[in-house]
């Protein structure tokens, strides 16, 4: 009986070995140990075979390729450092790429049409954007920046509106209510332009994860087995019985009804217009699950890696061994008991016999 092959059974991907040694069987395999001189091994073949039994003990299985996410690796452990990180790439990005379409014609109305089309196109769906010519808001935007800045638009959502100037800087205090002397009139909403698309971004970001996620899956039930969607969904105290649409609806204002909209429902109308209204904190929330799933997977593919790379890690056969410890290898008395060893060159040889006896 070959105690290697024959004593060990591998389960699933965990290695698990089992040795159901009798006692007999035990003393019979065990009396050549120590015999290093008789050992008998096919030398052309000894380190494919070593390398056939770590391939067996890893088992890999194909699994999706990792893409590196750029967002997800901008997230930090606040609100107001995600929102500082995702402004400084890709708010002034855009920013810097309206500006150019903005000043290729100042002048031209279709022009200024024609970069507010496109800086739709980066927002969600219900958010519209557009030139602003109003009297009263185009002076109150100079009366926070004066002439500094190179445009002013308009932003609105379902029942919101905000006044954002492109290009330009205001003092932090007057951002959400602002409005110049002598006006009678309702505060304007006027928000930094960075930040504003930033936030929106993210809820563009978080709601076309949740759709290429949900459009993995054919039943509720199966994307509900997801790490990621069931962690979040115990979070918010979203239970089995509240996962229907229409009790979601039912609550949609609430935190668990945007949020089960947006991680269950994330395809309709209504799980668009939730992620809208969602606050800070449930977003901050919502990126912290998917950046913890998102760096769960990165170590495996680093781990992955790492199994199928050229360089030889410490549980794997190197490539270049010197001829001296091969042949010491296959005549080492270690093989009657663990079918393959290996010694590094740096080895005493001379003392692996001696410590195969004791």
Known sequence: MNLFTNGMEVFGDFG???????????????????????????????????????TLLRKKKSKPLFYKDDVLEKVKKRWDLTLAAVSRSTGDAIESQFLEKLNRDPKNEENIKDACSWLNEQMPKHLFVFPEYRDREI???RGLCGYKQSGIICMRYLDQEMILPVGAKFKPRFEGAAKIRGDKGPFL?????????????????????????????????????????????????????DTKFQKLLEVRRSFKGKIGLLVLYPETTEAEESTLMMEHYSLQRILEFLQEDYHRRKNEAKMEKNLSGDYALSFQTKKNIPQKCIKAMERSGFNNYFGYVEFDEECDLSLMEELCRE
């Open 139 to 141: 002076k109150t935007i």
């Open 189 to 241: 909403n006027v928000q930094n332009f960075s930040k504003t698309i930033s936030t929106f971004y993210l809820k563009k970001y978080v709601l076309e994860k949740f759709s290429s996620l949900r459009s993995q899956y054919k039943t509720l039930e199966e994307y509900m087995d997801l790490c990621v969607v069931g962690k979040i969904l115990k979070d918010y105290g979203i239970k089995e019985g």
């Open 16 to 54: 698990i070995f089992q040795m159901p040694f009798q006692n007999n069987e035990m003393t019979s395999d065990l009396s050549n140990l120590f015999d290093s001189g008789n050992v008998q091994v096919d030398e052309t073949n000894y380190l494919q075979k070593g390398e056939k039994i770590l």
